[in-house]
């Protein structure tokens, strides 16, 4: 059963947009690369989140063996032997004095009825094994969907220092600019001090950048489970290039079909609908206390005999025979039960009723927020391709005299803030997309790769 979960876990990558067969390593060591889909594969096999759903399965195959077993025959096996005293033996007694007792029964007891509370109970626990495959199916999605966030932080960090590079750039070459004039006679000093104040403003801001790009490979390694505890020098510091770019890739979207996919494809509210009628079958065990039971009972047994103290002399046989019970008064035992049962079947219910509202919110939510980044990602294609023809403009007319210093840094530093919103307003729009597919559930996982109840 368990190989089976294990092969089902590895098809999952199967199913799930832009992933291959899983290849991941066991403790593999930090790679030359990273690609979006290596660290989704490897978070598929090694996310703690998505392992500890994997136990939570193979826990609800254990409780389903344990309740089949209430509808297959028990079989026990009981013997005794006892050493008696001479005094307990009667000298008048018809049969002979013995000092020793001991019996040896083999019985078996098989449940005909019981009220219909053993197969609600093996409903109840199929239905309970199939919430945790769609809990299962929810935490893969969730942790993907966070591995994706949190590689797209990667990226905008480490493109945030290459802005913030260029524009040191750009500054460096303005102090050697406004040296060269004022050495030639052109400019004063007072030029020169300032393209230094906003040279040296600039490394803060790269500082920053840097130690953000740090923190957001820790947060993507946490999130992938990524744990190569070596402390070698090839390892410790190491930091692999990331191959993806943080490309704005505008896609369709629509309300009524969004909705209508969400609340269709949702593991989440499948996973409620099985709860749902687990606390119907609960209901039913619940009713069968107050129905009778039926008990197939049969036993072989050898004992010794009263007047041979020989095992071969001892009597032995067998019985078979049926046991009947109704409890016709339990103290209102079963109606509290009964009362229990139906709350939980109503609590189910709501919970339905209020998750189908959630999942209609979260659709107008991640729309909202990808019609919010479309725009912003639009914007930001043409802001910077001005600020940088701006800049072009700003040097152009400072080396004729035109326009002083003061407006060229300003140009400088207006180019800088419009890559650095390009970066930002890309990122928002990948991870929005990213939010709006989890939403409607597009990635959710076929049951043809999910471990039989057998």
Excluded: C
């Amino acid at each position: 059963m368990y190989p089976k979960l294990k092969r089902a876990t590895a098809g999952l990558a199967a199913f799930i947009a832009t992933l291959a067969p899983l290849q991941a390593q066991e403790t593999p060591e930090v790679p030359e690369t990273l690609s979006l889909q290596t660290t989704l594969e490897f978070a598929l096999e090694n996310n703690f989140a998505i392992k500890q759903a994997i136990e939570s399965i193979k826990e609800q195959e254990g409780l389903i063996v344990e309740v089949k077993a209430r509808a297959l025959p028990s079989v026990s096996l009981n013997g005794s032997y006892r050493q008696l005293d001479e005094g307990l033996s009667d000298p008048d007694s018809f049969f002979p004095a013995t000092t020793e007792s001991w019996s040896i029964t083999l019985s078996a007891r098989q449940a005909l009825y019981q009220g219909g509370g053993i197969r609600a109970a093996l409903d109840v626990q199929d239905l309970l094994r199939e919430s945790s495959l769609l809990s299962l199916e929810s935490t893969v999605l969730d942790a993907l969907l966070e591995v994706r966030t949190r590689y797209y932080a990667a990226l905008l960090a480490r493109d945030q220092i290459g802005v913030e590079e260029q524009n040191i750039e750009l500054l460096e070459e303005t102090l050697n600019n406004a040296k060269l004039r004022r050495d030639a006679g052109d400019v004063s000093d007072f030029e020169v001090l300032r393209a230094e104040v906003a040279l040296a403003n600039a490394q803060p801001p790269l500082i920053r950048r840097r130690g953000a790009f740090r923190v957001a490979i820790e947060q993507l390694r946490q999130s992938m489970g990524y744990q190569n505890y070596r402390r070698d020098a090839l390892n410790l510091e190491k930091v692999p290039d990331f191959t993806d770019e943080l490309v704005y890739e505008p896609i369709e979207y629509d309300l009524q079909e969004g909705l209508e996919q969400a609340l269709a494809n949702r593991s989440e509210l499948k996973q409620l609908e099985a709860i749902a009628k687990a606390r119907e079958a609960g209901l039913e065990i619940a009713n069968s206390g107050l129905k009778p039971s039926l008990d197939l009972v049969g036993s072989y047994g050898k004992q010794r005999s009263n007047f041979s103290s020989s095992f071969d002399d001892g009597p032995h046989g067998w019985t078979l025979g049926l046991e009947a019970s109704w409890n016709i008064w339990d103290g209102r035992q079963t109606r509290g039960q009964r009362l229990q049962a139906l709350s939980q079947l109503e609590q189910a219910r709501i919970q339905q009723q209020s998750f189908r509202l959630g999942i209609e919110v979260q659709v107008r939510q991640a729309i909202s927020a990808l019609q919010e980044a479309d725009q912003l990602a639009q914007a930001a294609v043409k802001v910077v391709e001005q600020a940088e023809e701006a800049v072009r403009m700003a040097n152009s007319r400072f080396e004729t005299g035109s326009i002083s210093q003061l407006e060229v840094l300003e140009a400088q530093v207006a180019l800088t803030e419009a890559r650095t919103n390009a970066l930002a307003a890309n990122y928002q729009h990948l991870v929005a997309v990213a939010q709006y597919r989890r939403a409607l559930g597009n990635e959710s996982i076929s049951r043809d790769i999910w471990p039989s109840a057998e």
